[in-house]
């Protein structure tokens, strides 16, 4: 949910190129390319104003280098920008919102295709029952449209992330107890292929295709357009608490979490967590932040967290807000420190699925993390999420009705590292204590992780599925529509390089 864009629309490589061959834009692209554009479409080179923060991403560090950037204003310039790439053999990729982290990213050279300017496009149909969202949407303009409507739907959980990518890898949401996964909103999609063709996929027009998209999508296409489920407001209010205990109750709080989380449970329940340093708390090691997210008044909430109470927390907080002020209340606003990006950090973002709180695995990882952040003062502002999702409408779909592998998790884990890009020892640091932190939260041989949030150098089928089918699935799909291995940076189905080594 972090990412949210922590995903990309779609990362489009071709497997003939890495950076070591990088082939040079042509000196005549304006001349060339601009006519073959809609009037308002920008076609940028370094050279231009707007450079800085057209190529700005949310993470420096896997930074891609663009050689000139297209920002479109219709579909055709997608298609257009995609065929003359392919003319002149010149690698590209599209982007929306620039939160994606894999590392393969930072290998790229080649032409951007920025759908940004895709922001504009949002319609609610008459029956109310669906929306047409553009590519280039943040998830905060879609969900700001709808309620003003009375309507609401699953988002990405940061304000500042693309309304359209996360479904792609799955895209988990607060209301996917009640609504199922983002992925499974999607009706249709407008597609364009790596050859520039453009298709309409859904459950009758490439049905195949349609499977794939959802759960794997940068992996085979440029999503310009969807059309996805919407509903009513039936319950404006949510209600947070907050439960803030020092590391040493870490083992009492999640036993206890574990009694909850095997219980019959809410669809509009989650249980959330977060480790940080609060000195106000103790002044020596990060919290242990456990807080209920509930869709409903704070007066029911208060009667199904009674329990919880029991626990004597070191620090309480609750709040009862109206769903667009969730997100801000949480510290996931577009205008807020998790969403910033000004150019100058580099984030580090992992995922663990995992469906139970393993409490060995969990002090492993809590150490690991309290270890370095207490010692290393440019990575104090780094953090660790533990999300925990009702999934009661994400089970209720066919496990094998779309790609997404991971529909029996309920937790999501997410060590989130933030510093000042620059320095090149601490990036290296910074990587290392990822992966340990990664390997201790995991805990299991056979290691699942959101697309998502998927840093690089997870086994393929941690990300799509240990189910042999799955992967074959998927690699027939890629055979048939990206013969030539065109979409082969973000986490890709079939990988052209072991990037980092596999965990």
């Known amino acids: 949910m972090w990412s949210s864009s922590l995903a990309i629309l779609a990362f489009v490589l071709f497997s003939s190129f890495t950076a070591a061959a990088y082939t040079a834009i042509p000196s005549d692209i304006l001349s060339e390319l601009t006519p073959r554009l809609s009037p308002t479409a920008k076609i940028l080179l370094p050279s231009s104003s707007l450079w800085p923060s057209a190529s700005k991403r949310w993470n420096e560090l896997s930074r891609p280098s663009y050689s000139a950037i297209i920002q479109v204003a219709e579909e055709r310039d997608i298609a257009e920008s995609v065929k003359y790439a392919n003319q002149h053999q010149i690698p590209f990729f599209a982007f929306s919102q620039t939160h994606g982290s894999d590392y393969g990213l930072g290998r790229f050279h080649g032409i951007g295709i920025s759908l940004s300017s895709l922001n504009r496009k949002i319609d609610l149909d008459k029956s109310g029952r669906w929306a047409t969202i553009g590519g280039g949407m943040k998830s905060k303009d879609v969900l700001d449209y709808l309620w003003k409507r009375g309507k609401q739907t699953g988002t990405g959980g940061c304000g500042c992330v693309g309304a359209v990518s996360p479904a792609l890898g799955g895209g988990h949401n607060w209301f996917q107890g009640q609504y199922g996964l983002m992925a499974d909103q999607v009706l249709e999609l407008r597609v364009v292929l790596a050859d520039g063709e453009v298709v309409v996929v859904n459950d009758k027009k490439h049905k195949e295709l349609f499977w794939g998209m959802r759960g794997a999508g940068h992996n085979f296409g440029i999503v310009s357009e969807m059309k996805y489920r919407v509903y009513d407001v039936k319950e404006p209010k949510w209600s947070i608490e907050t439960f803030t205990f020092k590391s040493e109750r870490l083992e009492e709080v999640y036993k206890y979490a574990n009694k909850k989380l095997n219980g019959k449970g809410d669809p509009r329940l989650l249980m959330w967590g977060t480790w940080f340093l609060n000195p106000a708390v103790d002044a020596e090691k990060p919290i242990v932040q456990f807080q209920w997210i509930y869709n409903g008044p704070f007066s029911e909430l208060k009667k199904l967290s009674k329990d919880t109470h029991d626990l004597k927390p070191d620090a309480y907080s609750s709040a009862e807000i109206d769903y667009p002020e969730l997100s801000p209340s949480l510290g996931y606003a577009a205008d807020q420190y998790a969403c910033q990006t000004d150019g100058q950090g580099n984030r580090l973002l992992r995922g663990i699925d995992v469906d139970q709180y393993d409490v060995k695995s969990l002090r492993k990882w809590y150490d690991a993390f309290a270890a370095t952040l207490m010692t290393e003062p440019a990575f104090q502002t780094s953090f660790c999420i533990l999300e925990g999702y ?58 699942k992780t959101y697309v998502n949030y998927a840093h690089g150098d997870e086994p393929v089928q941690a990300l799509y599925g240990y189910e042999p089918w799955r992967l074959k699935k998927l690699k027939q799909l890629k055979k048939k529509y990206d013969p030539l291995g065109h979409f082969a940076f973000f986490n890709p189905v079939n990988p052209i390089e072991k990037r980092h080594g596999d965990i």
């Open 390 to 447: 009702s999934t009661q409408a994400v089970q209720a779909v066919p496990d094998k009705s779309t790609a997404f592998a991971l529909r029996g998790e309920r937790l999501l884990f997410a060590p989130a590292i933030f510093w000042q890009k620059g320095n090149a020892t601490l990036d290296e640091k910074a990587k290392k204590w990822s992966r340990e932190m990664y390997l201790a939260a995991s805990g299991s041989s056979k290691k």
